[in-house]
């Protein structure tokens, strides 16, 4: 199996920073893609960045020139600096990962518990 484990939410002021990490362990051969979802109350989850083995980035427009996702493919960690953060940010932020489980697969896609994001003054 594989874990995904993520840290570093918490209370933040709206213009404040935080930054979010995902360590995955167990069954990995290869990580394909990593990704940070978010679900805040009342809304249906949403992709907020993504980010290629190779290290290609893609963001949700919301979040363009504030949140930066990277990643440490020796170590298979993710994370994602946020900055000007704002209430709408507020959410439960998911780590997901693409995991290729050995050198014939499995192929699957894994996902954190979430960690939770409060902006709020």
């Known amino acids: 199996q594989v874990r995904l484990a993520e840290s570093g939410g918490g209370l933040v002021q709206p213009g404040g920073s935080l930054t979010l990490s995902c360590a995955a362990s167990?069954?990995?051969?290869?990580?394909?893609?990593m990704a940070w979802h978010r679900q805040a109350p009342g809304k249906q989850r949403e992709l907020v960045a993504r980010?290629?083995?190779?290290?290609?980035?893609k963001y949700d427009d919301s979040v363009k020139g504030r949140f930066t996702i990277s990643r440490h493919n020796a170590e298979n960690t993710l994370t994602l600096q946020m900055n000007s953060l704002r209430p709408e940010d507020t959410a439960v932020y998911y780590c997901?990962?693409?995991?290729?489980?050995?050198?014939?697969?499995?192929?699957?896609?894994?996902w954190g518990q979430g960690t939770q994001v409060t902006v709020s003054s």
């Open positions: 167990g069954e990995i051969y290869r990580i394909n893609d």
């Open positions: 997901t990962a693409d995991v290729v489980q050995g050198l014939w697969g499995p192929r699957n896609n894994f």
């Open positions: 980010v290629t083995a190779g290290g290609r980035t």
